[in-house]
Structure formats: C-alpha cells, structure tokens
C-alpha cells in the first residue's frame, strides 16, 4: 500500500516560501501551539479540523483536507514546471509541522528530486534529532522559522521549548545545509529592540549571517471566527516592512544581514 500523508491545501503560484514560484504543500498537525499562528485548521494531526469543546467544525476549513499519496502530489507539482524552470522555483513543504509526517516528507523529497525540482521545507525544526537528520538529506533549502531565543519565552508562546529545535539548526549548519534562519516578529512576544540584541547574540554564536524577518499579520484571524475559537492575538495591530527597520538595524549593526 502506498504511503500517505494527511494534508490541508496544496497552494499553487506562491511567492513567498523560497525563491521563484513555487507550489506549497501544507502538512497537516503541529507540535506546537504558537498563540499568533495563522493556519488553526493544521494544528490538530487528525482528519477534523476542531473549534470549541473539541467538536470538529464542518466548513470551508476542512474541505481539503485528506490523505495523499506521493503520486497525488508529484501529479499536482509536475503541472507548473515550467513557471519552477523560469523562474527559479520549486516546491516547498511547509504545516503544520512536515517533520511530524517526516517519512511522507521524505518520499516525496526524493520524488521532487528524481524531477530536478528544487525542494524546500519550512519548519520549526523541532523533531528527534534522528528524524532531522535523515530528512535534511533530502532539501536544497532549509526555511527555520527561530521564534524566540529564550527557553523560558518559547514555551510561554508555543507550549514547547526551543532546545531541540535550536540543536537541530546548529547540525544543519555543521553540515554545510542551505539555511535561512526567519524571525516570525510578533508584538508582545519577541518584537523588542531587547529581542532583536538577544537573536543577534544567538545568531552570532551559531556563526549565522543572514537571516529573515516575518512581520506579524492578521491574515488568519477569520480562520478562528470561522472555527468557532477565540483568537489570542484579536486587536493587534499587524506590523509592516517599516515597523522593524530599527529591529533590522541592531542585527545588520552585529554583523547579521537581516
């Protein structure tokens, strides 16, 4: 029998998950419980998508929503080569958390690079460190979303604490991977001039250059409405580009090319 992944979307022409234009495959379940996440409906690793008291919410949300072999996918990906090829695309696996479903991740890694298609995951990085290491054999770009330097911190905003993922960047980067470390920049959690000197510290230990700022959206506040869940993050003001120019400025005044 095959083997399957559960997913919930497969987005075509995305701009915005690694270079060129790129087909997204979206994994379906998350470790972790960040209070800004904008994708709700991929945090639960089952079929359901659940709103309030647990009670799995019957809308949009949950509409594409199943199991997929490799094959399903490959066929999905296959149709926009052309756009990888001239501009530089690809595929990026992202979530959820891939690595949950890392031997699913894997398969179709290698399926992508039988096709000389450039492959992609974005991740948390947190997953044993065997399960990390075999899957980052098979990606040509590493996407690390680094939420916060401080053990303490990450756990009052994700549920999970940082160790396992900060160890996971540091093989890759001992292993010559291609990594961009990106700082999801959220008010309240990590988005402080203070925060900025403690990533660069970080960053800086880790011999990392360059990395990537995320500013805080609220582009999947309907999501919660529609799920019939209160929203942590309600009232925020997002940030833009502008918002974090003297952020940017204290990691490019350490070295780092943000």
Not at 190 to 213: C, H, Q, Y
Not at 236 to 249: A, V
Request: contains cysteine; glycine residues 10%; aromatic residues 8%.
């Amino acid at each position: 029998m095959p083997v399957k992944a559960l997913l919930f979307n497969i987005q075509k022409f995305s701009l915005h998950d690694g270079p060129g234009i790129r087909t997204v495959v979206f994994f379906k379940g998350c470790p972790l419980r960040c209070r800004w996440c904008s994708n709700p409906e991929s945090q639960e690793a089952g079929l359901g998508t659940v709103g309030l008291g647990g009670v799995t919410a019957s809308n949009r949300l949950s509409a594409d929503i199943r199991y997929y072999t490799v094959e399903e996918v490959m066929e999905t990906c296959l149709q926009d080569r052309p756009f990888y090829e001239e501009s530089g695309g690809g595929v990026t696996l992202s979530g959820g958390e891939v690595l949950l479903q890392a031997g699913f991740a894997t398969a179709l890694l290698d399926r992508l690079g039988e096709e000389k298609i450039h492959r992609a995951i974005e991740t948390s990085a947190l997953a044993p460190a065997a399960v990390w290491q075999e899957c980052i054999n098979h990606v040509d770009l590493l996407l690390i979303d680094v939420k916060h330097y401080d053990r303490e911190r990450h756990i009052e905003g994700t549920t999970v604490s940082n160790e396992a993922c900060l160890a996971n960047l540091q093989t890759a980067l001992d292993r010559g991977k291609n990594v961009l470390p990106r700082i999801p920049v959220i008010p309240g959690f990590n988005n402080s001039l203070e925060d900025a000197e403690g990533f660069a510290r970080l960053f800086t230990a880790m011999g990392i250059s360059k990395v990537e700022l995320l500013p805080f959206h609220q582009f999947g506040e309907k999501k919660y409405e529609d799920l019939g869940i209160p929203y942590p993050m309600h009232g925020i003001p997002q940030l833009h580009r502008e918002d974090l120019t003297e952020y940017r400025q204290v990691l490019i005044d350490r070295g780092i090319d943000a």
